[in-house]
């Protein structure tokens, strides 16, 4: 039971440090990239099993800045047309990009709360208008509810 407590509480920590758990996270990424989760640890710069802890809620959060700042690189490249499009080439191109990156962390280059929404919005608005956005956000809702949510506050500042 003690163990159960633990997990728990890190879970809730990294809703608190990370706007949900890293485990969500983790997963829409191995989905979009189409790669195991050693190989997402791999492309992270983290051990598979220090990334399968951050996922089970055994660790609460990622002690290197650098592996947080990968994983925010790839979430955005996930947005990017060519990377959502499916692009075999276009995902590993990112997958690599990301690998050999080497990030420099600050405050000012790691939003508070995850992803910096501000930045985004503009990008998607440009890229598709209220009705594209809006239909998917209903593609994508079921199985990806922090993406859809994200499409649909984008499409509201945004006349057709």
């Known amino acids: 039971?003690?163990?159960?407590?633990?997990?728990?509480?890190?879970?809730?920590?990294?809703?608190?440090?990370?706007?949900?758990p890293l485990g969500d996270r983790?997963?829409?990424?191995v989905v979009a990239f189409g790669v195991s989760q050693a190989q997402l640890a791999d492309?992270?710069?983290?051990?598979?099993?220090?990334l399968s802890q951050v996922m089970s809620g055994r660790r609460a959060k990622i002690g290197n800045p650098s592996v947080l700042a990968r994983m925010i690189m790839l979430e955005r490249k996930v947005l990017t047309p060519d990377?959502?499009?499916?692009?075999p080439e276009a995902l590993q191109r990112a997958l690599d990009?990301?690998?050999?990156?080497?990030?420099?962390v600050s405050r000012e280059s790691l939003p508070?709360?995850?992803?910096?929404?501000?930045?985004?919005?503009?990008f998607l608005r440009r890229l598709a208008d209220r009705r594209?956005?809006?239909q998917a956000a209903d593609v994508l809702g079921e199985d990806?509810?922090?993406?859809?949510?994200?499409l649909r506050r984008a499409g509201k500042g945004r006349e057709a």
């Open 1 to 20: 039971m003690e163990d159960h407590n633990i997990v728990q509480r890190n879970l809730a920590l990294q809703r608190e440090w990370y706007g949900e």
């Open 26 to 29: 983790v997963r829409r990424l």
């Open 43 to 50: 492309v992270l710069g983290i051990s598979a099993p220090m």
């Open 83 to 87: 990377v959502a499009g499916g692009s």
């Open 97 to 104: 990009d990301v690998r050999q990156s080497k990030p420099t």
């Open 112 to 122: 508070v709360n995850g992803v910096d929404e501000e930045a985004v919005f503009p």
């Open 132 to 134: 594209e956005l809006s």
């Open 144 to 150: 990806f509810p922090a993406l859809a949510e994200l």
